[in-house]
């Protein structure tokens, strides 16, 4: 699952620190919607993997993985291209972002727990993208999350891995031109 191993009978941690790990996530979601780009990437660890694979509505007694690494993904980044993501998105040529759409990035459900490393936690949560454009386009995004946070050498919070589940299996939009 994208590095991400969650533990069934992880210990709690501490509430000061699942405070300061929800905080990270909201502020994330405040500079994604301010597109402040640069601050977001700041955020990533250098090993970052980013992955937003393809859904499938499947039925129950289909056994195939739901998730899988050779199936069609959105995303599979790691941060040279997160980074070349961004800096596309800032060009003026970048037809899709003139005008710029306008983000809504609300974060919930945070659940966090510890893992085999004292410096690293699984980060359960839910996103939900409103994206606006122009006067009348509104595109919706709902997922869960699994992430891997972890605190480098400075003492700083990174993300180090994101497992990202739309609950779309259809895209309606145009493109998609969001970080979720």
Same mark, same amino acid.
């Given at each position: 699952?994208?590095? &991400? !191993?969650g533990n069934a009978g992880a210990a709690r941690v501490d509430r000061d620190l699942a405070f300061e790990i929800e905080q990270f996530l909201y502020r994330e979601a405040r500079l994604l919607d301010a597109e402040r780009y640069d601050e977001w990437l700041a955020m990533m660890a250098p090993d970052i993997h980013y992955w937003m694979p393809g859904i499938q509505a499947r039925y129950r007694a289909d056994r195939a993985d739901v998730l899988s690494r050779t199936r069609m993904a959105f995303f599979d980044d790691d941060l040279d291209y997160l980074t070349k993501r961004v800096d596309r998105a800032k060009q003026t040529t970048a037809w899709a !972002?003139?005008?710029?759409? /306008?983000?809504f990035h609300m974060v919930g459900n945070v659940?966090? !727990?510890a893992t085999a490393l004292p410096n690293e936690w699984v980060v359960h949560s839910l996103v939900? +993208? *409103?994206r606006h454009r +122009?006067?009348?386009e509104e595109q919706t *995004?709902?997922? /869960? /999350?699994?992430?891997l946070v972890r605190r480098d050498g400075t003492g700083a919070l990174k993300l180090a891995r994101r *497992? &990202?589940?739309?609950q779309q299996t259809v895209l309606q939009a145009k493109n998609i031109n969001t970080f979720l």
């Open positions: 699952m994208s590095g &991400i !191993e !972002e003139d005008p710029p759409t /306008r983000h659940e966090v !727990e939900h +993208n *409103l +122009n006067e009348t *995004l709902t997922a /869960r /999350r699994q992430d *497992l &990202i589940r739309l």
